[in-house]
């Protein structure tokens, strides 16, 4: 059982940043591939972005394409969503995802293919 903590999420205004994190309980994190999703009140939980454990292949959502970054950091097991020109469309609350049983180059976009998730950490983009 993998043990996932996000952290990072607040309030901010529109054009703002954020850097979200999530920290994970095995010391075998690095094998595993981790997503980013997001629910907005009344939504259904989407796909943010994607790390696979190698880190070769990230994917993004179109809609944060260009303004999120997605990266981990192996010697602190994390793995981070760093949120720039916040609009107030994110909104929501961020949840990781993990998963090891994929392929090094894997990065899942389906939430279906996560097995283990954090209790999420609320984003608010307003004025």
């Known amino acids: 059982q993998v043990h996932l903590v996000e952290s990072g999420g607040g309030l901010v205004q529109p054009g703002g940043s954020l850097k979200l994190t999530c920290a994970a309980s095995?010391?075998?994190?690095?094998?595993?591939?981790v997503g980013w999703f997001r629910q907005a009140p009344g939504e259904e939980r989407e796909f943010v972005a994607a790390?696979?454990?190698?880190?070769?292949?990230?994917h993004y959502a179109d809609s944060v394409k260009g303004r999120f970054t997605i990266s981990r950091d192996i010697p602190l097991n994390t793995v981070s969503l760093q949120m720039d020109n916040l609009k107030p469309g994110d909104t929501g609350v961020y949840y990781c995802a993990a998963e090891d049983l994929v392929h090094e180059f894997a990065a899942p976009v389906d939430q279906n293919e996560y097995r283990y998730w954090g209790q999420g950490t609320q984003v608010t983009v307003s004025s």
């Open positions: 095995t010391r075998t994190y690095i094998s595993y591939a």
């Open positions: 790390i696979s454990w190698t880190g070769g292949t990230l």
